[in-house]
């Protein structure tokens, strides 16, 4: 089952592509329909009991690479979240961009490849799987963040995402390295626990990696650029999708890494910062889109927090904030993108009095408000409160830290949600809006709601949190979410948080609008991408700078380097003078040849003595009863000296005379080269290994091959495959050189025209 | 006049070549049993293709279409034994008789060897065209295509 819904997500990205064409519309509900039976599918799975399906493709067993999927309560909980968001937002989209919007042939197969990727990484079962599925997803991201290619900041934004979560996706492929190493399995699930430096090395790498994808500071610095995709998008990637990833990627490698000590820590502070500094973020900006952004940047932190205390109910609380978040971070993102695309504009500045004209929305917006806010009857309520009584359970600094950082950043949260709907829907003159949307209001109403079915029926969440959870910690188990806590700690605490954020969040809205934060970081990340694009062209310029004679001293010297090493190796005892005499009066031909060939002056005499080597070489090839090596041998030289014949005629008859410091340079390499192919050569030649293979050869030749030349059999027979790639090398220069050719002839063939 | 394009090295690379041709055949089909082969056939006709070019008789033509019917012939007598189950480039070797000639023994690895001698073809006339085209044109006199009429871009 899970194939199936994979090919059908894999087979749908070019059906989406196709009904593009016609229209949009038609494109997002096309493209809307996978996820949609991959999210019913879920659900069936999981009001059946939630059994564990598993799929795999091996294609190279011994070397363990593989492609392994595997759908237990946790990733169904996960492929419930990312395929039914996914399905709503794309029916949503339809209502976003109108019926005949530009790019429709790219944007609902883009999409729909992101949800692929997405589903992928969620039932990944090795890190391998994972990995290709994480960074399948950075690049479809990419590709959506830039969806509005034409405007520069847009193109800007969407490649700091891709150079931070790519960059982040290799230094995640690293810790995966080790952690697969040191825990002997690439398999993910029931990955045995590990300890010891590696285990701390590969915790560090992965959550820097996990850091990167879910936006947590320093690394958040790409979400809120990221917010110039359409909006959609941003519901869909920054609430349900993408950021999740890395919370999931913690959660699940969580297990195998739960003693290590920088694991914990690191992901605390990670998740403490994010949790208060993208609140803070959050209070700063007056774009409602950036102010939702900032506050997901504090939520994953939050989720990362409670992820790396790592307890039982710890990993509950985050599982559930992660569900209720998804949900409520969705419908904002989708009612602040009808009041875009409604009003022209999200600057809660400008807008105001929207209760009124946009009510189905302002619902919407109370609801999903309340629930990230953690008021009842919502979802959100029941997670926030579960967080706090985890937190309430630790001992020591741990407490202490994670208190803080929990409790000071829900009250900003609560701030910066009640300066948000304050400023879209509170009191003021009523932004005028647009026609209705209903393709727009049914999805976030849905969303929005699903916060308050949640809450009632909050034993079926329990049947899909709970046993999540317990994937990660055995003992979560014992625990449930729980509609009503009673007077307890964690309550009394939950109630202190809304009144202080509430009243801190009513002073800051009717103080106006400050003026725009400068964006922190940003411009690092852009000045990082921006100084390596200029230092590249220096760097090629300096390694590829176009000089023949410097590539080929290059090349001499690394074939020095080359030989020098296999020199040692020489046994002065086995060497010889020669076989035959004529050997010896044909080696001197050679040398005298090849000092004419260094020493002429003119080009063509230096072609005609490199021949002669050549020629010369081709003689001692027949004195050591090489017939075949000997005519290919003089074949290539005639064809040679003949090709240089025809080449010399464009360029000068004499050398140009080479003076200085770079005379000194080539005479060195080019001794040199001589020194070590000769040591080389005479070590090999001393050296010899046991009986020549000849005999063997000759009679296999003669069987299989059927043929009494030995050199040809081995050519197109016994060692045929050689030859293949060989010719193909051949045919690929040759290809070479035409390419050149017309390089070279097209400017020319401009100026004969003019 | 260019000293490579003289009537007398023009009329004696006019004789030579069939000659050539036909040592090259020659060498495509001995290789199996006596010095020779693919490779050196391809040498062979590359050597002719260059002499030609330089006494301004004829310019090699489909450069292009030569290293692609090499590179398929090779291809597919590879991978053409995979689709009766055999492993790739396995050989099959044919025996059959012929009225004059008598027994002839071949095989699959002749075509192969055809095929390779064209793709080094290819590559010397892909050789021969790219040191042509850099040539500086001299405004009047296009390079001519056809046999027998002199070249102006020849060497000096």
């Known amino acids: 089952m899970l194939w199936a819904?994979?090919?059908?997500?894999?087979?749908?990205?070019?059906?989406?592509?196709?009904?593009?064409?016609?229209?949009?519309?038609?494109?997002?509900?096309?493209?809307?329909?996978?996820?949609?039976?991959?999210?019913?599918?879920?659900?069936a799975e999981l009001a059946g009991g939630g059994r564990t399906n598993t799929a795999e493709l091996v294609w190279v067993g011994g070397l363990d690479v593989a492609i392994r999927l595997r759908a237990d309560s946790l990733a169904l909980m996960m492929t419930l979240l990312v395929a039914g968001v996914g399905a709503l937002v794309m029916v949503y989209a339809a209502g976003y961009f109108g019926r005949n919007a530009a790019?429709?042939?790219?944007?609902?197969?883009?999409?729909?490849?992101?949800?692929?990727?997405?589903?992928?990484l969620v039932w990944a079962d090795s890190v391998w799987t994972l990995f290709i599925f994480w960074e399948m997803t950075s690049v479809t991201s990419f590709l959506l963040v830039g969806h509005k290619h034409?405007?520069?900041?847009?193109?800007?934004?969407?490649?700091?995402?891709?150079?931070?979560?790519?960059?982040?996706?290799?230094?995640?492929?690293?810790?995966?390295?080790?952690?697969?190493?040191?825990?002997?399995?690439?398999?993910?699930?029931?990955?045995?626990?590990?300890?010891?430096?590696?285990?701390?090395?590969?915790?560090?790498?992965?959550?820097?990696?996990?850091?990167?994808?879910?936006?947590?500071?320093?690394?958040?610095?790409?979400?809120?650029?990221?917010?110039?995709?359409?909006?959609?998008?941003?519901?869909?990637?920054?609430?349900?999708?993408?950021?999740?990833?890395?919370?999931?990627?913690?959660?699940?490698?969580?297990?195998?890494?739960?003693?290590?000590?920088?694991?914990?820590?690191?992901?605390?502070?990670?998740?403490v910062a994010s949790v208060v500094w993208g609140a803070v973020g959050a209070l700063r900006h007056r774009d409602a889109k950036l102010i939702l952004a900032w506050g997901t940047v504090s939520q994953l932190g939050?989720?990362?927090?409670?992820?790396?205390?790592?307890?039982?109910?710890?990993?509950?609380?985050?599982?559930?904030?992660?569900?209720?978040?998804?949900?409520?971070?969705?419908?904002?993102?989708?009612?602040?993108?009808?009041?875009?695309?409604?009003?022209?504009?999200?600057?809660?500045?400008?807008?105001?009095?929207?209760?009124?004209?946009?009510?189905?929305?302002?619902?919407?917006?109370?609801?999903?408000?309340?629930?990230?806010?953690?008021?009842?009857?919502?979802?959100?309520?029941?997670?926030?409160?579960?967080a706090i009584e985890a937190v309430l359970a630790l001992a020591g600094a741990e407490r202490a830290v994670v208190a803080a950082g929990v409790i000071g950043g829900s009250v900003l949260t609560v701030a910066y949600t009640v300066r948000l709907l304050h400023g879209v829907f509170g009191p003021g003159p009523p932004t005028p809006v647009g026609a209705n949307r209903p393709l727009m209001a049914a999805p976030a109403a849905i969303l929005g709601a699903a916060g308050v079915v949640g809450y009632a029926a909050l034993s079926g969440v329990?049947?899909?949190?709970?046993?999540?959870?317990?994937?990660?910690?055995?003992?979560?188990?014992?625990?449930?979410?729980?509609?009503?806590?009673?007077?307890?700690?964690?309550?009394?605490?939950?109630?202190?948080?809304?009144?202080?954020?509430?009243?801190?969040?009513?002073?800051?809205?009717?103080?106006?609008?400050?003026?725009?934060?400068?964006?922190?970081?940003?411009?690092?990340?852009?000045?990082?991408?921006?100084?390596?694009?200029?230092?590249?062209?220096?760097?090629?310029?300096?390694?590829?700078?176009?000089?023949?004679?410097?590539?080929?001293?290059?090349?001499?010297?690394?074939?020095?380097?080359?030989?020098a090493a296999l020199a040692s190796d020489f046994a002065g005892g086995h060497l010889i003078w020669w076989d035959h005499p004529l050997q010896a009066m044909l080696a001197a031909a050679v040398v005298i040849a090849a000092l004419a060939a260094a020493f002429v002056g003119s080009?063509?005499?230096?072609?005609?003595?490199?021949?002669?080597?050549?020629?010369?070489?081709?003689?001692?090839?027949?004195?050591?009863?090489?017939?075949?090596?000997?005519?290919?041998?003089?074949?290539?030289e005639t064809v040679v000296v003949v090709g240089f014949v025809l080449g010399l005629g464009h360029l000068a008859r004499r050398f140009p005379p080479v003076t200085g410091s770079w005379r000194s340079v080539r005479i060195m390499v080019a001794a040199a080269g001589g020194l070590a192919v000769t040591a080389a050569l005479a070590a090999a030649g001393t050296n010899p290994t046991g009986k020549p293979p000849t005999l063997d050869l000759v009679a296999e030749a003669v069987a299989e091959g059927g043929g009494k030349n030995v050199v040809n059999v081995i050519l197109t027979d016994l060692r045929a495959l050689d030859t293949l790639g060989e010719v193909v090398v051949l045919a690929t220069v040759a290809i070479g050189i035409l390419a050149l050719a017309r390089v070279r002839t097209r400017p020319q063939a401009q100026t004969q025209e003019s | 006049m260019n000293p490579n394009q003289t009537p007398a090295i023009q009329l004696g690379?006019?004789?030579a070549?069939?000659?050539?041709?036909?040592?090259?055949?020659?060498?495509?089909?001995?290789?199996?049993?006596?010095?020779?082969?693919?490779?050196?056939?391809?040498?062979?006709?590359?050597?002719?293709?260059?002499?030609?070019?330089?006494?301004?008789?004829?310019?090699?033509?489909?450069?292009?279409?030569?290293?692609?019917?090499?590179?398929?012939?090779?291809?597919?007598?590879?991978?053409?034994?995979?689709?009766?189950?055999?492993?790739?480039?396995?050989?099959?070797?044919?025996?059959?008789?012929?009225?004059?000639?008598?027994?002839?023994?071949?095989?699959?690895?002749?075509?192969?060897?055809?095929?390779?001698?064209?793709?080094?073809?290819?590559?010397?006339?892909?050789?021969?065209?790219?040191?042509?085209?850099?040539?500086?044109?001299?405004?009047?006199?296009?390079?001519?295509?056809?046999?027998?009429?002199?070249?102006?871009?020849?060497?000096?």
């Not at chain 2, 099959?92 to 095929?115: E, N």
């Open chain 1, 5 to 43: 819904l994979f090919l059908a997500h894999v087979a749908a990205v070019p059906a989406a592509a196709a009904a593009g064409r016609t229209s949009m519309r038609a494109g997002l509900f096309t493209a809307a329909a996978a996820p949609a039976a991959a999210a019913a599918w879920a659900a």
């Open chain 1, 103 to 120: 790019g429709a042939t790219r944007f609902p197969a883009t999409m729909l490849a992101f949800s692929t990727s997405m589903l992928g």
């Open chain 1, 150 to 271: 034409a405007d520069a900041s847009v193109r800007m934004a969407a490649r700091r995402a891709l150079v931070i979560t790519a960059g982040g996706g290799l230094v995640l492929l690293a810790g995966l390295i080790v952690l697969a190493e040191s825990a002997g399995s690439s398999a993910l699930t029931a990955m045995e626990p590990v300890s010891g430096p590696a285990a701390a090395t590969a915790g560090v790498l992965i959550l820097i990696g996990a850091a990167t994808k879910s936006a947590q500071v320093p690394f958040h610095v790409w979400l809120p650029g990221a917010m110039a995709a359409p909006t959609p998008v941003s519901a869909y990637l920054h609430s349900a999708a993408m950021v999740k990833a890395g919370i999931l990627l913690i959660a699940v490698v969580g297990p195998a890494l739960r003693g290590v000590a920088a694991w914990k820590w690191l992901g605390i502070a990670f998740g």
């Open chain 1, 302 to 386: 939050l989720m990362v927090t409670l992820l790396s205390v790592g307890t039982a109910k710890a990993v509950l609380a985050a599982l559930a904030l992660l569900f209720s978040h998804a949900l409520f971070k969705a419908a904002l993102f989708l009612v602040v993108g009808e009041v875009d695309v409604r009003t022209g504009t999200r600057d809660i500045g400008d807008l105001g009095g929207l209760h009124r004209s946009m009510p189905t929305a302002f619902a919407v917006a109370l609801l999903a408000g309340g629930s990230m806010v953690g008021l009842p009857p919502l979802l959100g309520f029941v997670a926030k409160e579960t």
């Open chain 1, 462 to 563: 329990n049947r899909i949190v709970v046993p999540a959870a317990a994937e990660l910690s055995e003992k979560a188990d014992a625990y449930s979410l729980i509609q009503w806590p009673g007077l307890k700690t964690a309550f009394v605490v939950s109630v202190l948080i809304v009144g202080v954020g509430g009243v801190a969040g009513a002073l800051w809205a009717s103080r106006g609008v400050g003026r725009l934060p400068a964006p922190v970081g940003a411009s690092a990340a852009d000045g990082i991408v921006d100084k390596t694009l200029g230092f590249s062209p220096r760097l090629t310029a300096l390694v590829q700078h176009g000089s023949l004679p410097v590539y080929l001293a290059v090349m001499g010297t690394v074939a020095v380097l080359a030989a």
């Open chain 1, 603 to 636: 080009r063509l005499g230096a072609a005609l003595a490199l021949g002669s080597v050549g020629f010369g070489v081709t003689g001692l090839f027949l004195v050591h009863g090489a017939p075949d090596l000997a005519l290919t041998q003089l074949l290539v």
């Open chain 2, 13 to 15: 690379i006019r004789v």
């Open chain 2, 17 to 156: 070549s069939p000659l050539a041709i036909v040592v090259g055949v020659y060498l495509l089909f001995a290789g199996h049993n006596f010095p020779g082969g693919g490779f050196a056939a391809g040498l062979v006709f590359g050597a002719v293709a260059i002499l030609r070019t330089i006494a301004g008789l004829q310019r090699p033509k489909g450069t292009t279409a030569l290293i692609a019917c090499g590179v398929l012939m090779v291809t597919v007598v590879s991978f053409l034994p995979i689709l009766w189950g055999d492993p790739l480039l396995d050989q099959r070797v044919v025996t059959f008789d012929l009225p004059l000639l008598g027994t002839i023994k071949t095989g699959t690895a002749l075509v192969f060897d055809i095929g390779v001698s064209i793709i080094v073809v290819g590559l010397v006339s892909a050789i021969i065209n790219g040191l042509s085209a850099s040539q500086p044109t001299q405004g009047a006199g296009q390079p001519t295509q056809g046999a027998g009429q002199p070249t102006q871009g020849a060497p000096q």
